[in-house]
């Protein structure tokens, strides 16, 4: 009974190619985010949807684009895929509001050749 | 604009010395601080947060407002918190939880 999924766990793809993560949540959260892991370990949120409503949109190209077809999934679809996309993608979720812990999904590993 | 800032990148130390991972923060405003932690090959997880005050398997943080610090301690390490550690902040006017992570710290443990 896993709270944050997400799949794949590894994608290995070509420049240029589009890509889906899926990300699914089952702890009835409102709130669910991704955030992208780059190389060096920095963790930086992407995006952020509250019951299917974007709500943070973080200065990410527009070939990254988030769907949220109910409040307890949160995709992201990635346009024609350039090297510098390769990194660890996590989804998180949490009630509404600063003060609640965010549950991390295990991450997909991106990586573009 | 905040900002989090973690100065080290690798902290060493010995099974049973005290460990102390520092971070401060610039925000205009009042943030609430957090501390998530990953261990090898297990998801991100929230290990204390300033607001709750709790002690989570040792570890304290105290938020120093004149220093912006919230700094993350344990008395005596345990070769179990080997992990990588982040600290992070959310603007307390912020409705959405929005997270900025500071750029983490590996902590090993050795025996």
């Known amino acids: 009974d896993t709270a944050v999924s997400q799949t794949p766990k590894y994608l290995v793809t070509q420049m240029g190619n589009d890509k889906s993560i899926k990300c699914e949540q089952n702890l009835g959260h409102d709130t669910m985010y991704w955030y992208k892991q780059d190389s060096k370990k920095f963790l930086k949120i992407m995006f952020s949807?509250?019951?299917?409503?974007?709500?943070i949109n973080e200065t990410v190209p527009n070939r990254f684009s988030p769907k949220s077809p109910d409040k307890a999934h949160l995709n992201l679809h990635i346009n024609s895929l350039e090297l510098g996309d390769s990194a660890v993608y996590f989804c998180?979720?949490?009630?509404?509001?600063?003060?609640?812990?965010?549950?991390f999904g295990p991450g997909t590993r991106l990586t573009v050749t | 604009a905040q900002r989090v800032t973690q100065p080290e990148k690798l902290l060493s130390v010995f099974k049973g010395a005290p460990v102390e991972l520092k971070c401060n923060y610039s925000y205009s405003g009042s943030p609430e601080l957090f501390w998530y932690v990953q261990y090898s090959r297990q998801r991100l997880q929230l290990l204390l947060r300033h607001i709750s005050r709790e002690s989570i398997k040792g570890f304290t943080a105290d938020l120093n407002k004149g220093e912006t610090s919230f700094h993350l301690k344990k008395p005596f390490a345990q070769e179990e918190d080997s992990a990588m550690y982040y600290c992070a902040l959310s603007p307390l006017t912020d409705s959405w939880g929005k997270l900025q992570f500071g750029a983490g710290t590996q902590v090993v443990v050795t025996p």
């Open positions: 998180a979720s949490s009630q509404q509001g600063w003060s609640y812990e965010q549950y």
């Open positions: 949807y509250n019951n299917k409503e974007l709500i």
